[in-house]
């Protein structure tokens, strides 16, 4: 059973951990800029539900097997700067849409699911969860692997909250700041760009 305190204590540092720049929310904030509200609502529920699997590995111990193996750290980070690389190819190839078009009916699932695996492909997740997790565990009330799974879903929790805002609120300025088609093809250079640079963090 977790203390009430270093919950708490655990939560304020969670928040402070996530607003940190870093590569998921430089993606997050360029797809709600590119693609409005909507599109960094989905892509913040992705990135967090990314996170259900890192909670699981580093319950169960995976992450750490991970950690040691550094073949395994390189297979990840590498596949990860490719589906950036990947994107980023995507990104400089769009057209601007005819005026009044609407986007596909898909696209915020794909954005989810772009989301996701984002956070799946970034190694330092889950190496970030082993180091943080366990300093905030009391072996002595029991159940560690149970005590790691609340403090997950504690930290998934307010990333939903904060990753949500920061997508909604970079789509809120997008749609003022860019508005109309005309835009479009700067907004598709300008997401490239920064898919490439999340691609060279990843690498890096």
Known sequence: MLVPENLVYFLGVSVVLTLAPGPDVIFLASQGLAGGPRAGLAVALGLSSGLLVHT???????SAVFA????????VKWAGAVYMAWL?????????????AQ????SAAALY???II???LNPKVALFFLALL???VNPARGGVRGQMLVL????MAQVVVVFGAIGYLSGRLGARLLPGPRHARAIAAAKGLVFLSVAVLLSL
């Not at 699981?56 to 995976?62: I, Q, Y």
């Not at 986007?103 to 898909?106: E, K, L, T, V």
């Open 103 to 106: 986007a596909p009916a898909g």
């Open 88 to 100: 980023a190819w995507c990104a400089f190839r769009e057209r601007p849409p005819a005026a009044g």
């Open 113 to 115: 699911r772009r989301g």
């Open 68 to 75: 040691a193996s550094p073949a395994a750290f390189g297979l």
């Open 56 to 62: 699981t590995l580093a319950a169960l111990g995976v």
């Open 134 to 136: 366990p300093q905030f």
């Open 118 to 120: 984002m956070n799946l």
């Open 152 to 155: 997950g879903l504690v930290f």
